[in-house]
């Protein structure tokens, strides 16, 4: 039986806290190893936490020089031009924004011709560069993913193509110019994967992540909740907004 663990929780009064706390550990995590591998989310949430990384590499606080980034997955397929992708997101909330070596930035080939081929290309590359720290972010509703790792996702599991559960396609259709233009599927880390990081931090902001955060982190551990494994890691810091911890 796998040890079950207690994550630590941050609740922050305002969204504002929720960035700043998630920002000041990357750059406690850069200035005590510059050369840190980071999994990365894309989502909404952490859009503030990699502004104010960006403010701090303009006033020289924080330097991404020496590390490497991995997202935790990518839609399949879909074009990196496309303003919805996390190669077009990472370009503009990182790479545009900080020192970071493009060339050490990783994110699933969303334009590779064979999902499969490239979700094993991907697996090799993190496990060559393991996580030092993890940013993962909660899916909408009651999905329960993290990357995404749909319902049904195992503990055991590695990168490999998904399909998204219609939940997932309902919220982030909105991303797309025309709705009925968000892929089907994505590549995602798996759960083991997204396990093998030294630390994890959980963000959610908002009523509507307040279901999944207490069923993350009260509920079974088990594949109808994808991110309740994420209490199989010792090291796992769930930060939320007041919104977010309304049902903890
Ligand atoms: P969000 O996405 O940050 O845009 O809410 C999170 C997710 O779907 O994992």
Known sequence: MDTVYKPTIK??????????????????????????????????????????????????????KHARIFSLDEYWPIQKTNPASYAFYVQKYLIDTTDINPENCHIPDGEAPDAAEEARRYDDLLHTYPSDLAIVG???????????????????????????????????????PNPTDIPKGAITQGIADILMAKKILLLAKGEGKAQAITRTVNGPVGPDAPSSFLRLHPNVTVVVDAGAAGKL
């Open 11 to 64: 609740i922050f009064p305002e969204e504002s806290g929720v960035d700043r706390y998630v920002a000041d550990k990357v750059i406690k995590q850069l200035s005590i190893k510059p050369d840190s591998t980071l999994t990365i989310a894309t989502g909404s949430t952490p859009i503030g936490a990699y502004k104010l990384l960006a403010d701090e590499y303009d006033k020289g606080n924080v330097s991404f």
């Open 138 to 176: 909660i899916g909408p509703g009651t999905t329960y993913h993290i990357g995404f790792n749909e319902k049904g996702s195992e503990a055991t599991s590695h990168t490999r193509y998904v399909t998204l559960d219609p939940q997932t396609i309902g919220v982030n259709s909105q991303y797309f």
